[in-house]
């Protein structure tokens, strides 16, 4: 069936129709970039029998990613998490730490497991992004940084937040998980010297698993080398409590030879979301979030809003009717992190004081983009979501009746 035409609710696959796609669809299925560039580097790195340790690759992606942001140093580490980690310790954060409940767990757990508690600030319904003013009424005498996170590539109101951080006395610091490729650093305030970026085969350039911490001060750029590398200040010498964040060659293989397609990815992930707004114009209640024009944005999250007044069917129906088609759209950041273990038992009423964010996360739907998407998939994605919104009570009412109904949402229904 073609579902560019979809008009009988009965082809839709959820109640029994050929799905949309063979094969499952996933929202960040990796950008990969020229695949013989990387093999000839995987042998080089093989010839030289240097798989990790500081090596020539990892050097030369530190020097790439420093220069792609203009950063004075730019270590480079395992994981995006174990980088928040290391920047949180390096920068002596304690007692609490004010974050935005609407992001990636990673940022919450980075703080929590250094017993650190993270304390949950609300956001901007327009941007999704950390609220400045939620942030000044969470401060208390146990507050000692801020953690902004540049969501969807955005980067958050970095003035404010550092206008904040002076006041209090507070240090700040950036998750820019999502904001590789995103233009100006939220680096130039002497207040906020940090910046963790992900390179998690999800994000717009990967090294399978990796990050990097960016910063122009030298003597916490020598205390985060040594703290990703055990303490070690050489053989035999041990000056820090320190942990493995190292990178590895092949990871650092793979960034590199991402990074030289990295403008291309972001011009593809472009053109699907330009083809996105097209195609879902017309679709009442299905709104795409809009990336400001004068700021760059790297175009690696295609982001929904569902407003179920206008549809006639929720928004994790209308995930369950896109899943069944082998769309596997997601609901970041769902339910929020102070809904999810451990922080939801510390803060049982936290959502009371987040309504920003609990009607965000019952309503986002994050579609696929990215290299793999071609036009003829993307304008599949809109069929199904234009067929199910146009029959919306009748499927919603299907479904209940049906029974096949895989996402629930206990905190919003
Ligand atoms: C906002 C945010 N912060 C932190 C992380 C953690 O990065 P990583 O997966 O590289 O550990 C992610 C990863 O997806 C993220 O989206």
């Given at each position: 069936?073609?579902?560019?035409?979809t008009?009988?609710?009965?082809?839709?696959?959820?109640?029994?129709?050929?799905p949309?796609f063979?094969e499952?669809?996933?929202v960040?299925?990796?950008?990969?970039?020229?695949r013989?560039?990387?093999?000839?580097?995987?042998?080089?790195?093989l010839?030289?029998?240097?798989?990790?340790?500081?090596?020539?690759?990892?050097?030369?992606f530190?020097?790439?990613?420093?220069?792609?942001?203009?950063?004075?140093?730019?270590?480079?580490?395992?994981n995006?998490?174990?980088g928040?980690?290391?920047?949180i310790?390096?920068?002596?954060l304690?007692?609490?730490?004010?974050?935005?409940?609407?992001?990636?767990?990673?940022?919450?757990?980075?703080?929590?497991?250094?017993?650190i508690?993270?304390?949950f600030a609300?956001?901007?319904?327009?941007?999704?992004?950390i609220?400045?003013?939620?942030?000044r009424?969470?401060?208390?005498?146990?507050?000692?940084?801020?953690?902004?996170?540049?969501?969807?590539?955005?980067?958050?109101?970095?003035d404010?937040?550092?206008?904040?951080?002076?006041?209090?006395?507070?240090?700040?610091?950036?998750?820019a998980?999502?904001?590789?490729g995103?233009?100006a650093?939220?680096?130039r305030?002497g207040?906020?010297?940090?910046?963790?970026?992900?390179f998690?085969?999800?994000?717009?350039?990967?090294t399978?698993?990796?990050g990097?911490?960016?910063?122009?001060?030298?003597a916490?750029?020598?205390?985060?080398?040594?703290?990703?590398?055990?303490g070690?200040l050489?053989?035999?010498n041990?000056g820090?409590?320190?942990?493995?964040?190292?990178?590895?060659?092949?990871?650092?293989?793979?960034?590199?030879?991402?990074?030289?397609?990295?403008?291309?990815?972001i011009?593809?992930?472009r053109?699907?979301?330009?083809q996105?707004?097209?195609?879902?114009?017309?679709i009442?209640g299905?709104?795409?979030?809009?990336?400001?024009?004068?700021?760059?944005?790297?175009?690696?999250?295609?982001?929904?809003?569902?407003d179920?007044?206008?549809?006639?069917?929720?928004?994790?129906?209308?995930?369950?009717?896109?899943?069944?088609?082998?769309?596997l759209?997601?609901r970041?950041?769902?339910p929020?992190?102070?809904?999810?273990?451990p922080?939801?038992?510390?803060?049982?009423?936290?959502?009371?004081?987040l309504?920003?964010?609990e009607?965000?996360?019952?309503r986002v739907?994050?579609?696929?983009?990215?290299q793999?998407m071609t036009p003829?998939?993307?304008?599949?994605?809109?069929?199904?979501?234009r067929?199910a919104v146009?029959h919306g009570?009748?499927?919603?009412r299907r479904?209940?009746d049906?029974?096949?109904r895989?996402?629930?949402?206990?905190f919003?229904e």
């Amino acid at each position: 069936m073609s579902h560019l035409t979809t008009s009988s609710v009965a082809e839709l696959a959820v109640f029994g129709g050929t799905p949309a796609f063979a094969e499952p669809v996933h929202v960040g299925r990796p950008n990969l970039g020229d695949r013989e560039q990387l093999l000839a580097r995987v042998n080089d790195i093989l010839d030289r029998r240097w798989l990790t340790n500081n090596g020539h690759y990892v050097q030369a992606f530190e020097r790439t990613v420093a220069a792609r942001v203009g950063a004075k140093h730019c270590i480079a580490v395992c994981n995006g998490e174990i980088g928040l980690e290391i920047a949180i310790r390096a920068l002596g954060l304690r007692g609490e730490v004010i974050v935005p409940s609407f992001t990636f767990i990673a940022t919450a757990h980075a703080l929590q497991w250094q017993e650190i508690t993270p304390v949950f600030a609300d956001i901007d319904p327009e941007t999704h992004l950390i609220d400045p003013e939620s942030v000044r009424r969470l401060i208390t005498p146990r507050t000692s940084g801020i953690i902004g996170v540049h969501l969807w590539g955005q980067y958050c109101d970095v003035d404010a937040l550092d206008a904040i951080a002076r006041e209090h006395r507070l240090t700040l610091l950036f998750d820019a998980a999502h904001a590789f490729g995103c233009g100006a650093r939220a680096r130039r305030h002497g207040n906020s010297p940090v910046e963790v970026f992900s390179f998690h085969a999800t994000k717009l350039v990967n090294t399978l698993e990796g990050g990097a911490i960016v910063t122009d001060d030298d003597a916490l750029a020598q205390k985060i080398r040594l703290m990703k590398n055990f303490g070690f200040l050489g053989y035999d010498n041990v000056g820090y409590v320190g942990t493995n964040g190292k990178m590895n060659e092949f990871s650092a293989a793979m960034g590199l030879t991402s990074i030289e397609s990295m403008d291309a990815f972001i011009a593809h992930n472009r053109r699907n979301h330009d083809q996105y707004r097209r195609e879902l114009a017309d679709i009442p209640g299905v709104e795409l979030h809009r990336y400001d024009p004068a700021a760059a944005n790297n175009y690696q999250y295609v982001v929904t809003e569902v407003d179920t007044e206008r549809t006639g069917i929720s928004r994790d129906m209308l995930l369950d009717v896109l899943w069944a088609e082998n769309i596997l759209a997601r609901r970041y950041f769902y339910p929020g992190c102070h809904r999810m273990q451990p922080y939801r038992a510390y803060f049982p009423n936290a959502g009371l004081m987040l309504p920003v964010t609990e009607r965000v996360a019952a309503r986002v739907l994050v579609l696929p983009t990215g290299q793999a998407m071609t036009p003829d998939e993307v304008s599949r994605v809109c069929g199904v979501i234009r067929c199910a919104v146009a029959h919306g009570p009748e499927v919603a009412r299907r479904l209940i009746d049906s029974g096949a109904r895989r996402h629930l949402d206990p905190f919003h229904e």
